[in-house]
């Protein structure tokens, strides 16, 4: 008896050994009957489903893909992420190989590859890298959209060719699942899983207008209803395809002509009294202030330098070409600091910012970009912080008082709701949140060259530098950037229709048209969806302005 406990004991041993070798954290254990029978696999529902709970009856084997589907996946593997990222790296810790690795997702659509995501570090975190042996994440969920990893990765997808490919009619989804680290060169594991769906796609509803009634205009502070004629049947195809989900998240719209209402529309849950978070809309507000506090002589003019205003010798990464950065360059997105928005790498990427408690020594503390043309377009969110910060500084009351005084209340604007940074100034990123016709009030006043009620609110000249192709946008043909607003022409019919506008995540957008007499304001929450911006152009392109221009 004693021989076969012993060899029991060496082969135990020996075994664990490999266990320890092979796994470097522990993972979670695989206890579920439909977790052991399907790992590798990667299964689809149609909403959330408890994976203590999951059974086969879940799965999906087939979809209807319309503009309303939601969709889940959930993937059964066999280890953790960080387990599969030491085998690619073997002699690197485990915190290395969650800084350096994650999980990659390649997307095909019958049978050709679409696209493939490396997923940034840090998302999933890295305790569930270490932990996770299941996956279950939502693709599409339309309650509450873009608020997850993997929904940027379908995201991803969708922009990079998936949408295009999603042609009417019948197509097979397949996903693989693997891991990668980059160690100074990308390695890729083995397939660790994979999934396919049929999916019978129908995202181009039919349209009745029969059924769709216009929202009658109302007069409002500021603002008389137009009687101009319009093409209501096009209006009611914009409105139809809202609602079928077309176009997704559109939260309103205003039309204003001429100076008057004609105009008015809201979807999902918003009204005229709805307060909108418009994001980087509330830049070009910023640019307002600082023409105001230029005309009343609080500072100089925009050409005035950063060392001005700061001792940029207490900050890091000191260089004189840090002290010579102007107001106009970070008015106009080409300041020399090392921040990037578009560039996750950047050192000076927003969201670098937003975690730190000072976004002002944040900004300040960066270096200089010495690789970088000078005078070159680049979004650059903390920049317009430190405009922020200046104004506080310079402005009677502080940024906040002095806005409501000589701003809002002279429009008639007494409910809006700023978002304060850490040291509790309004937040010049953006975030200021308005009703859509206040909105649309802001546009009228620019398009009025400055001017409310027969008062010069902003200075004519600073709506004219304002609306000046200031820079070329980087990587955007024939657009370009003024004092934080943006530009760009619409084509219709053949001709083309130039418009200055302000632009926030999500789609949000207020466009002032230069030779038409138009402000048209589009709000939206598709807060970091790929379509926000496109299907915002092409509401403007194919519905509003052939229907409204005579």
């Not at 059964?76 to 485990?94: E, I, Q, R």
């Not at 007499?517 to 392109?541: C, E, F, M, R, S």
Request: charged fraction near 20%.
């Amino acid at each position: 008896m004693r021989m076969p406990v012993l060899i029991w004991m060496m082969i135990f041993s020996v075994h664990c050994s490999f266990a320890q070798v092979d796994n470097i954290v522990t993972p979670s254990r695989i206890l579920t009957d439909v977790h052991k029978n399907n790992i590798g696999r990667i299964i689809f529902t149609a909403t959330f489903v408890n994976t203590d709970t999951i059974s086969t009856e879940d799965f999906l084997t087939a979809c209807k893909f319309t503009n309303k589907s939601d969709l889940f996946f959930t993937a059964f593997l066999g280890n953790s992420a960080t387990n599969y990222l030491h085998g690619l790296a073997p002699n690197l810790p485990a915190d290395e190989l969650n800084k350096k690795g994650n999980y990659q997702f390649a997307f095909y659509i019958d049978g050709h590859h679409v696209h493939t995501s490396n997923l940034i570090t840090g998302a999933p975190q890295a305790a569930v890298q270490d932990s996770a042996t299941l996956i279950s994440k939502p693709f599409i969920d339309n309650k509450r959209e873009n608020s997850i990893w993997s929904q940027s990765l379908w995201n991803r997808f969708m922009y990079y060719g998936g949408d295009s490919a999603l042609t009417e009619g019948k197509h097979l989804l397949r996903i693989e699942l693997r891991v990668y680290i980059d160690t100074g060169k990308v390695l890729t594991s083995k397939l660790i899983a994979s999934g396919d769906l049929p999916l019978i796609v129908n995202r181009k509803p039919t349209i009745d207008i029969a059924k769709i009634r216009l929202h009658k205009p109302a007069p409002y502070n500021g603002f008389h209803v137009s009687n101009d004629a319009f093409d209501t049947a096009g209006i009611k195809r914009l409105i139809a395809n809202i609602h079928e989900n077309v176009f997704r998240n559109i939260t309103s719209i205003v039309v204003i002509k001429n100076s008057k209402l004609l105009i008015e529309e809201y979807f999902n849950g918003a009204d005229r009294n709805t307060l909108h978070d418009t994001r980087s809309v509330g830049k070009s507000f910023s640019s307002t202030f600082m023409g105001m506090a230029v005309r009343d002589g609080l500072i100089q003019d925009e050409s005035v330098p950063l060392k001005a205003f700061y001792s940029l010798k207490d900050y890091k990464n000191y260089s004189p070409a840090k002290e010579s950065v102007t107001i106009k360059q970070l008015l106009t997105m080409s300041a020399g600091f090392d921040g990037d928005d578009s560039d996750p790498q950047s050192p000076g990427n927003e969201e670098n910012m937003y975690p730190t408690n000072d976004w002002v020594r944040f900004t300040l503390d960066l270096p200089v970009n010495n690789s970088r043309p000078k005078a070159s377009w680049h979004y650059f969110t903390a920049g317009v912080i430190l405009l922020g910060d200046i104004l506080n500084k310079k402005l009677p009351g502080g940024l906040g008082q002095y806005a409501r005084t000589n701003f809002f209340l002279p429009l008639g604007i007494t409910r809006y709701q700023w978002q304060y940074t850490p040291q509790h100034v309004p937040n010049t990123a953006g975030s200021l949140q308005l009703n859509t016709l206040d909105l649309a009030k802001y546009g009228q006043l620019y398009k009025n060259n400055g001017v409310w009620n027969g008062q010069q609110l902003v200075p004519a000249q600073w709506v004219k530098k304002t609306f000046t192709h200031q820079l070329p946008v980087t990587n955007r043909n024939g657009e370009y950037y003024g004092y934080l607003f943006w530009n760009r022409s619409f084509e219709v019919n053949g001709k083309s229709y130039e418009a200055y506008y302000c632009a926030g995540n999500g789609g949000n957008s207020v466009f002032i048209f230069k030779d038409l007499p138009l402000v048209i304001v589009v709000t939206a929450k598709a807060y970091g969806a790929y379509y926000a911006h496109d299907q915002v152009n092409k509401i403007v392109t194919d519905y509003l302005l052939p229907s409204v221009i005579r």
